[in-house]
């Protein structure tokens, strides 16, 4: 059975997929972050707001939201929400800064597991689509199929 995504939202999965399982996540650069591999490793959307992690947006932010301007189909309010998940779920105190503790290594693929599993439920729920990451509907599936081919 095959999913209809938004297509917003396949982009996403497959930048942050791509990201994982090649390495180049890492939460402390701009650019290889949940939101900077959005934006394609561009910075712009750092620009929104004053602190790495925060949900408040700066006057650049304000004008692009009240514009509608979008960063691959995402506002700046959404870019920020998808990297502060992504900072908090990896373990970090937020937003980040130089007083807080920092994380010993930022690229154990554990913690970077975790911090994708936040993004992608959270990507999900912004677009309405149950959360791919979640197993149990796969076995959910299968019982449902062993159960008609017991009829």
């Not at 729920?125 to 509907?137: E, Q, S």
Request: charge should be negative; charged fraction near 20%.
């Amino acid at each position: 059975m095959q999913n209809s995504f938004p297509i917003r939202l396949e982009r996403a999965l497959s930048k942050l997929y791509t990201a994982f399982n090649e390495q180049t996540l890492n939460p402390e650069c701009c650019k290889q972050c949940a939101a900077g591999n959005i934006a394609d490793h561009k910075d712009a959307w750092k620009h929104f707001s004053d602190s790495h992690g925060s949900l408040e947006l700066n006057y650049v932010g304000k004008v692009h939201e009240i514009m509608g301007r979008k960063i691959n189909g995402y506002l700046p309010s959404e870019l920020l929400h998808i990297e502060r998940i992504f900072l908090q779920s990896c373990g970090y105190q937020v937003p980040l800064h130089k007083n807080n503790s920092a994380i010993k290594t930022p690229k154990n693929t554990e913690m970077l597991y975790e911090g994708l599993s936040g993004v992608i439920s959270y990507l999900c729920a912004l677009d309405g689509v149950a959360n791919v990451m979640d197993i149990t509907r796969v076995f959910e599936e299968v019982l449902e199929r062993s159960s008609v081919l017991e009829v």
